[in-house]
């Protein structure tokens, strides 16, 4: 199921008038593929993704994730879609210092009345490369692990849709580049629609499709 934006402006109050962060933006990514958005600081990359995860209501245009429209959806709604459909991976793993790396993942599920989730935790524990450290808190696993842990569980409640921003910032050059490789195998293995904002040129190659935000528009650099 694919993540759709059809004609989105957004605007944000600035001082007598208003900014507009998103031009009538298009976007379609299809699952199992990953789209990289590039741009300048400021240009509405941020804004891009707080709209697709449906965080912020647009002044305007439709959002789809996963087939479902969200412009008519309350916030509780929202709420129970953003739980099921969209992972989100912030660039700060944000994880919960006291938990296991297995219970940050079990945590989510729960969150969503589900049971048996320590069978699907330990399974994408592995299939990010830490079978073996599922024991471990935050403090006891590296930066590279813990984003690991990060992806595995924006990943727990099986989204259509995976929102990425800057998830290399914190690490160096050849951890980047795994972490890059997981994301990009775990977006056709498990078919989400992924949409990656990165400033790292060395991301580009590895992605569907490329995008770059100016001012708010969004153009095809590569598709
Ligand atoms: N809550 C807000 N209120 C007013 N203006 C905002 C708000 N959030 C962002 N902006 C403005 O909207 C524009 C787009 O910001 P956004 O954070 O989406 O850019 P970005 O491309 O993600 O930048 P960066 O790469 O620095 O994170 C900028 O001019 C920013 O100052």
Do not use: W
């Not at 989100?88 to 079990?106: D, G, H, K, M, R």
């Not at 599920?109 to 399974?123: I, N, P, V």
């Not at 590279?144 to 595995?152: D, E, K, L, T, Y």
């Not at 997981?182 to 569907?208: I, N, P, S």
């Amino acid at each position: 199921m694919s993540l759709i934006l059809d004609d989105v402006t957004l605007t944000y109050p600035d001082g007598d008038g208003r900014l507009t962060a998103l031009d009538r933006v298009r976007l379609e990514v299809p699952s199992g593929t990953l789209t990289a958005v590039v741009g300048p600081s400021g240009s509405g990359k941020s804004s891009l993704l707080a709209v697709a995860a449906t965080l912020i209501r647009p002044d305007s245009g439709r959002v789809c994730v996963g087939g479902t429209p969200t412009g008519e959806l309350s916030a509780a709604e929202r709420a129970v879609l953003r739980r099921r459909n969209i992972g989100i991976v912030f660039q700060q793993p944000n994880l919960l210092p006291s938990l296991t790396a297995a219970e940050q993942l079990e945590v989510m599920a729960r969150l969503d009345g589900r049971r048996a989730a320590a069978g699907r935790a330990r399974e994408l524990l592995a299939a990010v490369g830490l079978a073996d450290q599922a024991h471990r808190r935050p403090h006891q696993l590296s930066g590279g692990q813990r984003q690991r842990v990060n992806i595995a569980r924006a990943l727990m409640n099986e989204p259509s849709v995976l929102l990425v921003d800057e998830p290399t910032s914190a690490l160096d050059h050849e951890r980047g580049a795994a972490v890059l490789d997981l994301l990009t195998h775990l977006t056709h293995d498990r078919a989400t629609a992924t949409v990656l904002v990165t400033h790292d040129r060395a991301h580009l190659e590895a992605a569907d499709a490329v995008h770059e935000m100016r001012d708010g528009r969004l153009t095809v650099l590569t598709a």
